[in-house]
């Protein structure tokens, strides 16, 4: 009944087939095995028709048996849990698992996009660059295009309905890779006592281990993987993770991992999360990390059924998997011969053992012996067949792969391959490490001087079993020695495994004209396109990656970045350590943004800063805005008013009765200390020394480039106390710039410095009925003009808590900011508009005290952008002369005193004519001329008390600019007015409104 | 991520810490100096590819402003301490 064609009889210890698993594939029902991964499970249905090329939409299949794979990626789950770009050979298989195939339309097997691929030669590397960038207008029109034709796999547009999280940890000693050597290291460190974590990718421990019968102590591989992991269970200082990937090596011994931990399942348990991604501080680590077998490229060797031949054993090793009928192996070493002998003992035909090396090894003459077919000095020159390999073209070849003689056909519907193996270097050299090469291996190994980290195992070269354990427990011995540990080196075990023997490296063979060999599958990357590269100059590494795309993949490249520099060395005729590698960056392998985010989504990625008053706010038709991380009311919604007309109906109240916002975001900083004076004389351009206590002064902070940084009101509270106020933008850099003048500038001023800033709350009433509002509020305070003038403070009950005043106007009228202690906000918030009623008050926010403030024409950092000086502002008589402060000394340089600089100003627009946001000012009212800008808008607002448009803004020499005519446009939005300059004062420029 | 030895919360992962700039001396006098030394200090920056001296803020901790000597190739740091301490001029 089942339909798992191609599974043997027995066999597979990583698969239980007493627990048969069902999924689905573009909507076919298969079944597999409990163990399986997808693409075991594809591969025992016998399907190898897995997806299509990113350019050329070619039919693709499975490659390897790991994270390697740069072929077969899917998506993996349904809706908000659909994961584009999975590697089926690392997804495990789980019951009712959804997968379907990517980059194909209308159908897999039927690809309209693989015309593109007949179209051959149309789309060498470098194609779009040349056919389509030729302008932006057409390119916009192509790009669409071109992006339904390649691409991966298409994300979900629900949100993640998974929780991620995020772990730090610290160890003695981190072992990346739980294979042979990782395993003996991780024994012997474990045993001497070190802290370790142990980290593997795959559901289980073992490495090459489980993907070929190997014999270590007279065990299986498998058998010495799992009595080893017991013994490291039993062990309280060691930490295995599995299904865990080293993702990055940082500086100062950071290492981060990604954990998945229901990635195997169809949800993750209940109140677990999906991915956990670690950051691990190890004093040392060790890197087992293996080696990735490399394809020979030959022509059409992309068709499903050309496989890497150590996949091919381990799909039979561990799942019980026969991966074709008929194989041709090919391969540059002696691997090959014992892979012959398992898969023609399960049952596969070996039609021939292509070995491309001219000599004939002990292992090829013993197989010869045994009457395999083999054929030395030979090479797969093509793979036939379109969806499926059903044919292999031979010849024989000489070291370059260069053909020799006559070409024969033998039927086949597996090509296996074994090019040798590249190290898998990337986390040495993540870790600053210089490669060294190998001549004898043709391949890249961790050079061990200056290496900050031990590599060991298959990553340095050492592909023997025996080596891999013999240099996994001296490396784990001579990490616990380090750690000044005593450790005694357990007994070696006795191992058994395939030999590799002598590999004489061969990239690619030669192709009959016309025909692609891929280097690069996922990238669609044919040696071609590296003779292209070549031929156009694009030499360096770094160019042949960014020009041909090689390497470029989700895949990074793991089986193809060595035989495209090695061919790109060849090109140049230099020895391939000549022409280097492209730099190793993390992740090792993908993985999720999510799990990089962890918690932090939401709130807690983006935390927002609430007022005491926040929830009246929110109930009272707030709408907020952010400013600084705090949430703001702009205005207050109200039923048959549009937004605009709530506004004005704010504004009015300020300017006829008045109204009451929420202040409290301004920083607030507590200055105490002998030379708190001194030192405010030397941060402000105005003088605070002279200044009398219970009185305050608007003061104005330039940076050490003269140009103004904040502005805000001091009060003196004491001789030797003062409460400054800050803009809600620079709430925070303040106290930093503050803290850095006395601590390294000025260290000797006794000066103390506290942000208070959420310990008060701020209510700031304003408007012609604002004294008599505050002498309900505070019947025990004096607030009579001579009491409380203008720059004046009281203390005192205010709705009866006790609360600082400070008179002080933002709006241009009479104003009070009634400070009370963060836990009152509230009820003083309640208690102003109690006794506001009596008064016609309003609750206005910060588009009104915004227009409010533009009539007055007092600055924000929309004027102050960073550029402007305090005499740009017209506030140049606000740098007293007499003292020194911060950015002084920047005031005379040239540029800062030169004519013509852009200067304060106003604008108000013609009769029923709106300023645009972001105006250019110009002399012609032509929004489509090359005209010269004469300067910008910075601010601009409806003025419900002038009945017109209103805007702020800077003009080259603007002060001699009053009274001239001109427009303000903005082509981007395709909007302009007519507008006149004018003093940036529009409303009660004396000022006598606010000091009455 | 850096480890960065606060001189008194000891070792703390980066981002609790806000880097400053080149741990430079500002002049006691800028008055008495020429727009061009003035300018130098102002904007002119060696950026070493090696050794730097520099100053980091410990905004998530104690608040402190210190100096740090730090390899910009390697990350290595050699030093850390208050300012006034030790400083190279």
């Known amino acids: 009944m089942s339909r798992q064609v191609w599974r043997t009889e027995a066999g597979g210890h990583g698969i239980d087939r007493k627990q048969p698993v069902s999924f689905s594939f573009n909507q076919f029902r298969l079944e597999g095995y409990a163990g399986d991964t997808v693409a075991s499970a594809l591969l025992a249905n016998g399907v190898r028709l897995v997806g299509r090329s990113f350019k050329y939409h070619r039919p693709r299949g499975i490659l390897g048996i790991g994270s390697e794979e740069p072929n077969a990626i899917l998506h993996i789950g349904e809706g908000a849990r659909r994961e584009p770009n999975t590697r089926a050979t690392v997804q495990e298989l789980y019951q009712d698992l959804v997968a379907s195939s990517q980059n194909h339309w209308p159908s897999l097997k039927f690809d309209l996009g693989a015309a593109v691929g007949l179209a051959g030669a149309l789309f060498p590397a470098g194609f779009y660059y040349k056919t389509f960038i030729t302008s932006p207008k057409r390119w916009l029109w192509y790009e669409k295009h071109i992006r339904r034709m390649a691409g991966l796999g298409e994300p979900p547009t629900e949100a993640d309905p998974d929780h991620y999280e995020h772990r730090n940890a610290h160890c003695d000693l981190l072992i990346a890779g739980g294979g042979p050597t990782g395993l003996a290291a991780a024994l012997a460190a474990g045993a001497a006592g070190a802290k370790v974590i142990l980290v593997e990718e795959n559901p289980a421990l073992g490495g090459q281990m489980l993907l070929a019968p190997q014999q270590v102590d007279g065990m299986s591989g498998q058998d010495w993987a799992e009595q080893a992991r017991a013994q490291l269970d039993a062990m309280p200082n060691v930490q295995v993770l599995t299904r865990t990937s080293v993702a990055g090596v940082y500086e100062h011994d950071l290492f981060t991992l990604v954990e998945r931990l229901g990635d195997h399942l169809a949800e993750p348990e209940a109140h677990q999360p999906r991915q956990r991604f670690w950051r691990v501080r190890a004093s040392d680590a060790i890197f087992a990390t293996g080696a990735i077998e490399r394809p020979i490229a030959f022509a059409n060797n992309d068709r499903p059924g050309v496989m890497l031949l150590s996949a091919v054993r381990g799909y039979l090793e561990r799942y019980g998997i026969l991966a074709g009928k008929t194989a041709v192996l090919f391969a540059n070493n002696d691997s090959v011969y014992a892979a012959a002998r398992e898969l023609a003992a399960a049952g596969m035909r070996v039609e021939a053992i292509v070995d491309s090396r001219p000599f004939v090894s002990e292992a090829a003459a013993l197989a010869k012996a045994d009457k395999l077919h083999v054929l030395t000095g030979h090479g797969v020159t093509a793979a036939r067949g379109m969806r499926e390999v059903h044919g292999a073209d031979v010849a024989p070849i000489d070291a370059n792969g260069r053909l020799k003689g006559v070409t024969k056909t033998l039927p086949c519907d597996l090509i296996a391959v074994s090019g040798g193996w590249n190290p898998a270097v990337h986390l040495h050299a993540q870790s600053r490490g210089r490669m060294a090469f190998r001549d004898d291996l043709a391949a890249f190994v961790p050079d061990t001087d200056g290496a900050a980290y031990t590599s060991a195992g298959a990553v340095t070269g050492a592909y023997d079993l025996a080596e891999c354990l013999q240099q996994g427990f001296a490396a784990g011995n001579a990490a616990a020695k380090a750690l000044g540990l005593d450790s005694t080196a357990p007994t070696l075990p006795t191992a058994t495994g395939d030999t590799v023997g002598e590999a004489p490296v061969l990239w690619a063979v030669q192709a009959p004209k016309g025909a692609r060999c891929f280097v690069d599958f996922q990238n669609d990357v044919t040696t071609k396109d590296v003779g292209l590269a070549h031929r156009e100059n694009y030499v360096s590494v770094e160019h042949l990656k960014r020009y041909t795309t090689l390497g470029m993949g989700t895949d990074q490249g793991k089986t193809s970045n060595v035989a495209g520099l090695a061919m790109m060395a060849a090109k140049r005729g230099q020895p391939i350590p000549a022409v280097g590698t492209t730099t190793f960056r993390p992740p090792y392998t993908p993985f999720t943004f999510n799990a990089m985010v962890g918690g932090h989504t939401g709130e807690i990625g983006n935390s927002v800063r609430r007022t005491a008053a926040h929830d009246w706010h929110a109930a009272n038709g707030g709408v907020f805005t952010d400013a600084a991380g705090w949430a703001r009311p702009m205005y207050y919604e109200t039923e048959g008013l549009t937004p605009q007309q709530r506004i004005d109906e704010e504004v009015l109240a300020v300017r006829k009765s008045v109204g009451v916002v929420d202040v409290s975001t301004l920083g607030k900083l507590d200055i105490q200390g002998p030379d708190a004076a001194e030192f405010l004389d030397r941060v402000y351009t105005n003088r605070f020394s002279t200044l009398k206590v219970g009185r305050g002064r608007y003061g104005v902070m330039l940076r050490e480039d003269g140009r103004v940084y904040d502005d805000g009101v001091t009060m003196r509270l004491a001789d030797d106390h003062f409460h400054m106020t800050t803009t809600t933008n620079h709430s925070g850099s303040m106290f930093q710039h503050l803290e850095y003048l006395l601590q390294v500038v000025w260290p000797d001023l006794r000066v103390f410095v506290t942000p208070v800033t959420e310990q008060w709350f701020t209510a700031a009433i304003s408007g012609p009925n604002a004294r008599a509002l505050l002498a309900d509020l505070a019947p025990a305070v004096d607030v009579s003009n001579e009491a409380l003038p203008m720059m004046g403070m009281a203390e005192g009950l205010v709705a009866g808590i006790p609360a600082r005043i400070f008179r002080l106007s933002f709006s241009g009228e009479i104003a009070y900011e009634i400070n009370v202690d963060a836990d009152y906000g509230l009820a003083l918030w309640n208690g102003i508009l109690s006794a506001g009623a009596a008064h016609d008050l309003k609750v206005y926010g910060t588009e009104a005290m915004g227009t409010l403030r533009i009539e007055k024409g007092h600055f924000t950092h929309a004027e102050a952008d960073g550029r402007i000086t305090p005499d740009d502002l017209g506030l140049g008589g606000m740098v007293t002369k007499g003292k020194d402060c911060i950015g002084k000394r920047s005031l005379s340089l040239p540029d800062l005193v030169a004519p013509g600089r852009k200067q304060l100003v106003g604008f108000i627009a013609a009769e029923g004519e709106r300023i645009p946001v972001g105006a250019q000012i110009a002399a012609l009212d032509d929004l489509d001329a090359v005209q010269e800008a004469l300067g910008h808008t910075t601010s601009q607002a409806y003025s419900a008390t002038l009945g017109r448009h209103i805007a702020l803004g800077l003009m080259k020499d603007g002060r001699n600019m009053h009274g001239r005519k001109l427009y303000a446009l903005s082509p981007v939005l395709g909007e302009r007015a007519a507008v006149e300059v004018v003093s940036p004062h529009f409303y009660d420029p004396e000022g006598g409104r606010q000091r009455g | ?89």
């Open chain 2, 1 to 89: 991520m850096m480890l960065i030895p606060c001189p008194w919360c000891g070792p703390r992962d980066e981002t609790e810490f806000v880097y400053g700039e080149a741990a430079l001396e500002r002049p006691a006098d800028p008055h008495a100096l020429s727009d061009q030394e003035w300018t130098d200090y102002l904007y002119f920056r060696d950026n070493p590819k090696g050794e730097h001296t520099e100053r980091w803020f410990h905004r998530a901790g104690c608040h402190h402003w210190f100096t740090v000597e730090r390899n910009t190739v390697t990350h290595v740091i050699s030093a850390a301490y208050p300012p006034g301490k030790a400083e190279k001029s």
